[in-house]
T-cell receptor, first 113, second 115 residues
């Protein structure tokens, strides 16, 4: 069965420093992977997606993620954190049937000034 | 404006009571989903429906039931068999059931609590 594991439940960074949110996946097939973000009191928003094209995927708000098959990873990065990046981030994999999305447990990103 | 409407925003359930959460969308989406969100658990899939009059169990379907009699509506019933119903419930939809359009549109959620 396919699954994703977010390695950190909470990440704290200072404004202007790099962000790294880690995600490993488990899949018996070539997966489709996504990152979603959930800001407080707001709905979930798709940040970026990987669907077997380029392994380095660029998303909104300066985020990007790199698909590494050898490491079964899909880590989310941003060169410089902004206060508005503080939110809950979910790594997500599409199930093999292509009918639903399976969410990780989430990583809370805190950004201090 | 098109979107997904969940109601009510807050709901309280007594022991042994069934409650139904409403989800309506006017986006003309084929597929609809119910997720449950618990702290530290992320979103877990309860049920999903790719087309009218058809639905499948997700990862945690026990204690829940759904129906999909109309394309725009996908109500979720939390039955008395669900022993830990307190959670935040999110309804979502997407344009295609198979293959899944990864851009899910989410409702604003319903917080269910047990009295």
């Amino acid at each position: 069965a396919q699954s994703v594991t977010q390695l950190d439940s909470h990440v704290s960074v200072s404004e202007g420093t790099p962000v790294l949110l880690r995600c490993n996946y488990s899949s018996s097939y070539s997966p489709s992977l996504f990152w979603y973000v959930q800001h407080p009191n707001k709905g979930l928003q798709l940040l970026l997606k990987y669907t077997s094209a380029a392994t380095l995927v660029k998303g909104i708000n300066g985020f990007e993620a790199e698909f590494k098959k050898s490491e079964t990873s899909f880590h989310l990065t941003k060169p410089s954190a902004h206060m508005s990046d503080a939110a809950e981030y979910f790594c997500v994999v599409r199930n093999q049937a292509g009918t639903a999305l399976i969410f990780g447990k989430g990583t809370t990103l805190s950004v201090s000034s | 404006d098109g979107g997904i409407t969940q109601s009510p925003k807050y709901l309280f359930r007594k022991e042994g009571q069934n409650v139904t959460l409403s989800c309506e969308q006017n986006l003309n989406h084929d597929a609809m989903y119910w997720y449950r969100q618990d702290p530290g658990q992320g979103l877990r899939l309860i049920y999903y429906s790719q087309i009218v009059n058809d639905f499948q169990k997700g990862d945690i379907a026990e204690g829940y039931s759904v129906s999909r009699e109309k394309k725009e509506s996908f109500p979720l019933t939390v039955t008395s068999a669900q022993k830990n119903p307190t959670a935040f419930y999110l309804c979502a939809s997407s344009t295609h059931g198979t293959p899944l359009n990864e851009k899910l549109f989410f409702g604003s959620g319903t917080q269910l609590s047990v009295l």
